[in-house]
């Protein structure tokens, strides 16, 4: 299993977030790329798009597989990660850097309290297997 990033929080859902007072990137875990296997195809939400947390942001869809993927927090989608539509592989090879998939303005800070820190992240995924 692959390092789990300390400085990002988790979902229980498999989406890193990366908590910036601007604009705060969401992805998915290199768990979930694992389980998902080679994506073929990414849905990104709108610019714009306003979202409580725990909404649906969009969908990766594999060879194997297609999964929504959430909001980790309420707030307005800012911008998104076209790299990732154009080239989907990405979130198999670099999960939690480059293959970021929104950027969200948040609403409410306090919603990252009630996220996964990596150990506890971490627990989790091990319980899974």
Known sequence: MSLIPEHLKYTKTH???DENPDESRVGITDHAQQLLGDLVFI???EVGQEV??????GVLESVKAA???YAPVSGVVVAVNQD???NPA???????GNAWLVKL???DSEEVKGMLTADEY???VEAEH
């Open 122 to 124: 971490s627990n989790i």
């Open 15 to 17: 989406e890193w977030f």
């Open 90 to 96: 990405l979130l198999n090879q670099d999960p939690y």
């Open 67 to 69: 999964s929504d993927y």
């Open 84 to 86: 990732v539509v154009d």
């Open 105 to 107: 303005a948040m609403k």
């Open 52 to 57: 409580a947390a725990g909404d649906e942001l």
């Open 43 to 45: 849905e990104l939400p």
